[in-house]
Every structure is written in structure tokens, then in C-alpha cells.
């Protein structure tokens, strides 16, 4: 009774504070902002469960998205928000009667080049039983795997002493490989890594990588997939107070460790701070990590770090010598565009644990500068522990972390992310040329065109106006198709030869010209009679003599992309009228298509009078007829 009340309260002064927020924005004294939400109130109340550096929550979709959790009972369990994380349903128990301490997930899709996978991968471990378990979450239909022991026979047998300050890891390679470790600490317990090539949920198919990682003491552990089925390691020697890497290529490690940062200082109390992120397009590394906390509030910093494939490059602090007590530091990554957000838990008073609030930072410059600091995200401080961002995603940007004051777990949306949309906004046909300039116009821009001779080459720049938050570098590959509108139009055609729009070959209709000089995909170089669009900046991208193609170099919100296709005519119909237009490569189409390029192709005129009345006789379409009057 007394909970139910004291939850009951805690809902009506959420309620007056939304209402309160809603009331002055709509003054102009403030601007609407998201409001966190409750996502579960019997969660762990042992604040250590949630220290840890990998992700607990992950989105699938922009509104579908899952948090992952011990509940009081120490059950494995997860809830579901089918909203954007308005409102999560209710508890589902993934395993329970273990006593589970620590967990951490890895999703398929944050492995760079899985576009369709749908597991969530999930590594616990259980101090009853000093071992380290495996279960899946399938997403479509949220099916379960089963709950399988990684640690002991039949498969790897170890010897370990878990307690809630050891700290797992888990990641999915780009050749599909698993590998999940854990950082046990004390002399006489085992730190390690194991690996699984396929039928993960069966023990025996998991082996030991070799015991790399010192046990000296409760270091923290982070595995993320590099490309080229590699896998990283990343740790935080605390009894060193060092930041180290490690490469495993499939089979064994690398020979010895990498040094990233060797005054880094951390604080042994709060023991979850540092995170990473593989950007899923370029295969880099990027980390976040408090530094500099041994007295929490003194001269705290959160430093960041890429690694290029070769080698770690130091970047710009999100802080420096921040007066506030830095305790937890999540990082996640925006598909779109590239931006990074680096999320944190900072006492205001340091030291003092109930006063730690929510903030965070966003870079567009991977991570070369950072904005100003948005928060408290949370609506109160308290002891909040367990932040986490879900990682990776083109949709939604979220944080989930542990009010341990009253032991709930709560969420919020930092950034309502937006995938780029593309509209076919314009286009103009040249005359072909052995370059990747353009010939002369052969028609006013945005304006259907007709070939002078048959077998005609052509070109055909076409803009793309992008919108949503933007496509960075080779984000989205596409294609360019066509189609004989035949009685119909170019929107929908009807009874043409192709009837529907097939993509452009070196073979088709309407064929890929292969010029002799340029090489196909090299930049394309501007020419005074362009198409534009409304005054938008114009990204010009590349010359294409082949499918598929991507932007080769990024295009912002509100930009428009052009492209330049050599084409020609490879014995299509005389007269005939073909659309041109680009869609994804799987054959999707745009977001819209304001203009259809369009190309009539060459039909010799019928004989003049002065040919039919030579000789006496009328010649037409090559037949002679005798002429009378």
C-alpha cells in the first residue's frame, strides 16, 4: 500500500511538471523538451548490477525498442516500448532462479554490413555458479533461445569467483562470429574470452580465445567488431590506470597490447566509465571515457578517441576539468549522419551520489568539437547509476539509466533522429563528351529532350534534393532504371517496351555508355549549364557508366546531390519515349520524384515529295508505286 501510494505521488508530481513545462513553452519562456519515463519500478536495487560498458538497450526500429534488465528477484528480464519510449509494456522474464548479476547485449545490426539480422545477443553471469550463460531474443516475434552455460563443460572449463564488480562483453563479428568475455577480478579467479562460430546455444561450440586480460583486479571490458571479421578488445587496467587495445583476427590475438591512454586515472569507486562505438559504415572505433576522477570533481575530463584501422588518434575532450564529479559515460552513434552523442552522470556536488543528474553532448565533426551540454535530462538529481545509449541507430537516439533511490529504471530520447528522405528534384540531357564534363544541352533544364541520330549517346545529370538529418558519405547505394512509357506516363506507364522500369544495363535499351577516358565513378566536373534547384546548394557527386553508386561525399539537409549517367541508345524503338529514374538498390523508390528525365529516341521523317514523284513513281517506305493524277 504504502509503495503503490509512494508510486502514485511520484506519477502526479511528474504529471505537474509536464504540465508546468507545457504551460511555459507555450508562453515562449522555454522550449518543449522530452520528458524521461518510468520504464520499470522493481529493478535491482544493487546499484553495481548496472555499472558496466556495454549497452542495455537497443532500438530496432524509431519506435520499437527494448531495455534489458535484472529485476528485484535478480531475473533476466527485458520490457518493450512499441511507442519511441512514450510507454513500455510489461515485465517479460527472459530467465529467472539464476540470480543474475551482470549482463550486457549485443544487437545484430551493430555489427557493420548486417542490414537484416534480428537477434539480440545477451551474456549473463551468475555467481551461484561462478560460470557466464548465452541467450538469444529474436526481435521479429521475440521469440527465446534458451538459456545455454558458456563457461563450463562441454565447453571452455574455467574456475572463476564472480561477484557485481566483474564486467562483461559481447559482440557479433562481421564474419559472424560471437565473442563474450568477462574481467573476473582477483588473483585467483580467471579473466577470458570465448568465441562461437555457429549454433551459439550449444556449449560445446564455444572455445577459450586464450586468458589475455590480467585478474588483478575489476577491470573494465569492452568487445566491439572491427571489419573483416575482426574483433577488438578494449580495457581499462585500473591498477595501471591505463587504456589498452587488442585485435583478434578470427583465430588469435594480437601480440601484445595497444597503449590508448596511460594516465587515465579512474575513479575505484564508480567503475563503469568508458564506452565504444563501431561505426557500422567506415568499420572506425570510437571511445568515450572518464579520465582524470580519482577525486571525483577536482579535474574530471570525459576524453575520446578514434580508431582509423591502424591506429588511435586522440580527439577533443567533451570535458576538461569539469567541476563536477563525473561518475558513468555512455556513446552512441547517428547512422544518417555521422553525429556522435556522448552521454554522462555528473554529480553537482561531488562526491555526494544523490545529486548526480543526466547530460549530454553531441559532435558532427567526429568528434573534433562538441555542442554545449544539454540536461539534466533526468527531471531530479539522485544516486543515478547504469547509463547506457543504444549504440548504434538511423532513428532514435536513447538513454536508459537507474534511479537507485528508489531503484527505477527510467529512459528519455536525446535525439528523434530522422533518415534521410530523396526527391529526384531536377535534371537536364547534354550532348555526350569523352570526359566527365558534358557536351552541349539538348534542352532546357527539367525538360525531356530527343536524340538527332539512332545509337545516340546522351548524358543525363540528375539532382537529388535530400532532407531528414542528411546522408553523409556512401551512406545509401542506388541505382538508375528506365522504362518505355509507351501510352501512358512516366509516373505510371503503360504497354511500353520494358512496360515497368528495369534497371540500366550495358546491355538494355537504354544502355550504359562506356566513354573511353573517364573511369566510372570518378568525379564528375561541373558545367555552367547544370540543372539547379530553388537556389539549393548543388553537392556534385559522381560520373557513372555502371550500377549500382553511392554519394561520394556527404549531402546535408536541404542540399541537393547530382549525379551524371552516360547513356545511349542500343537499338531502342525509333520514336519511342523512355523515363529515366534513380531508386535504392534494392529497388525501392525515392521518397519522390518531382521530375521523370525523359529521352525520345532518333525516327528518320518519311519521304519528301519531290522523292516520291522520281521517276514517275511513289517511293514509300521503300515501296515504288506507279503515280497518275
Request: glycine share 8%; hydrophobic share 35%; aromatic share 8%.
Amino acid at each position: 500500500m504504502i509503495a503503490a501510494r509512494h508510486h502514485r505521488l511520484r506519477y502526479l508530481y511528474g504529471a505537474a511538471v509536464i504540465a508546468l513545462s507545457v504551460a511555459l513553452a507555450s508562453a515562449n519562456l522555454l522550449p518543449v523538451v522530452a520528458t524521461q519515463v518510468t520504464i520499470e519500478t522493481t529493478s535491482n536495487t544493487l546499484n553495481t548490477s548496472f555499472f558496466g560498458t556495454s549497452p542495455n538497450v537497443v532500438y530496432i526500429s524509431d519506435q520499437v525498442g527494448y531495455s534489458f534488465f535484472t529485476n528485484s528477484a535478480s531475473d533476466m528480464v527485458y520490457r518493450k516500448t512499441t511507442n519511441g519510449g512514450t510507454s513500455w509494456g510489461s515485465q517479460v522474464t527472459l530467465s529467472s532462479s539464476a540470480q543474475y548479476m551482470k549482463w550486457a547485449i549485443w544487437y545484430d545490426r551493430w555489427t557493420p554490413g548486417d542490414t537484416t539480422g534480428t537477434l539480440v545477443h545477451l551474456v549473463m553471469i551468475v555467481a551461484a555458479t561462478d560460470d557466464m550463460y548465452y541467450m538469444t531474443l529474436n526481435t521479429s516475434g521475440d521469440s527465446t533461445s534458451g538459456v545455454t552455460n558458456i563457461s563450463s563443460s562441454p565447453g571452455p572449463a574455467f574456475t572463476n569467483t564472480f561477484d557485481r564488480s566483474n564486467v562483461v562483453s559481447i559482440t557479433r563479428a562481421t564474419d559472424g562470429k560471437l565473442l563474450a568475455g568477462v574481467h573476473d577480478a582477483g588473483t585467483s579467479s580467471t579473466s577470458w574470452i570465448v568465441s562461437c562460430a555457429s549454433t551459439c546455444t550449444t556449449a560445446s561450440n564455444w572455445s577459450d580465445t586464450s586468458s589475455l586480460l590480467d585478474t588483478a583486479a575489476a577491470d573494465q571490458l569492452i568487445l566491439t567488431p572491427l571489419l573483416t571479421g575482426q574483433v577488438m578488445v578494449i580495457r581499462f587496467d585500473s591498477s595501471a590506470s591505463d587504456i589498452q587495445s587488442m585485435i583478434y583476427n578470427g583465430s588469435a590475438w594480437s601480440g601484445s597490447w595497444t597503449n590508448i591512454d596511460l594516465n587515465a586515472f579512474g575513479n575505484t569507486t564508480e567503475t563503469a566509465h568508458m564506452s565504444a562505438v563501431t561505426d557500422i559504415k567506415t568499420g572506425h572505433v570510437h571511445l568515450a571515457y572518464v579520465a582524470d576522477n580519482s577525486t571525483l570533481g577536482t579535474n574530471d575530463d570525459i576524453r575520446t578517441v578514434t580508431y582509423n584501422g591502424s591506429s588511435w588518434t586522440a580527439k577533443t575532450d567533451v570535458l576538461t576539468n569539469d567541476s563536477k564529479g563525473l561518475t558513468d559515460v555512455s556513446i552512441a552513434l547517428n547512422e544518417n549522419n555521422g553525429d556522435i552523442y556522448v552521454g554522462y552522470l555528473a554529480q553537482t556536488t561531488p562526491g555526494t551520489n544523490t545529486t548526480t543528474n543526466v547530460y549530454w553532448k553531441k559532435s558532427s565533426n567526429t568528434m573534433s568539437t562538441w555542442g554545449s551540454e544539454q540536461g539534466a535530462v533526468n527531471t531530479s538529481a539522485s544516486y543515478l547509476v547504469g547509463l547506457s545509449l543504444n549504440v548504434s541507430s538511423n532513428q532514435r537516439v536513447y538513454a536508459t539509466w537507474q534511479d537507485n533511490t528508489i531503484a527505477d529504471i527510467m529512459g528519455d530520447t536525446l535525439a528523434d533522429l530522422v533518415p534521410p528522405t530523396y526527391d529526384l528534384s531536377g535534371y537536364r540531357l547534354f550532348a555526350n563528351a569523352n570526359s566527365t564534363d558534358v557536351g552541349g544541352a539538348l534542352a532546357a533544364g527539367d525538360t525531356a529532350a530527343s536524340l538527332s541520330a539512332g545509337g545516340d549517346a546522351f548524358r543525363l545529370r540528375t539532382l537529388l534534393h535530400v532532407g531528414g538529418d542528411g546522408a553523409r558519405a556512401s551512406l545509401d547505394t542506388l541505382k538508375l532504371q528506365y522504362v518505355d512509357k509507351g501510352s501512358g506516363t512516366c509516373a505510371s506507364p503503360s504497354a511500353g517496351t520494358p512496360s515497368s522500369y528495369t534497371d540500366v544495363t550495358a546491355a538494355t535499351l537504354i544502355a550504359y555508355n562506356d566513354n573511353a577516358t573517364p573511369a566510372d565513378g570518378a568525379a564528375l566536373t561541373g558545367n555552367a549549364n547544370d540543372p539547379v534547384h530553388s537556389g539549393h546548394t548543388t553537392i556534385n557527386q559522381t560520373y557513372e557508366e555502371l550500377n549500382n553508386f553511392t554519394n561520394s561525399t556527404a549531402i546535408l539537409n536541404g542540399q541537393d546531390g547530382m549525379w551524371d549517367f552516360a547513356l545511349k541508345d542500343n537499338g531502342a524503338a525509333p520514336g519511342a519515349t523512355y523515363c529515366l529514374r534513380v531508386t535504392k538498390s534494392d529497388g525501392t523508390a525515392l521518397s519522390n520524384y518531382t521530375y521523370y528525365p525523359a529521352i525520345t529516341t532518333y525516327a528518320a521523317a518519311g519521304p519528301t515529295l519531290t522523292e516520291q514523284l522520281r521517276g514517275g513513281q511513289s517511293v514509300v517506305n521503300g515501296v515504288k508505286t506507279p503515280f497518275s493524277w
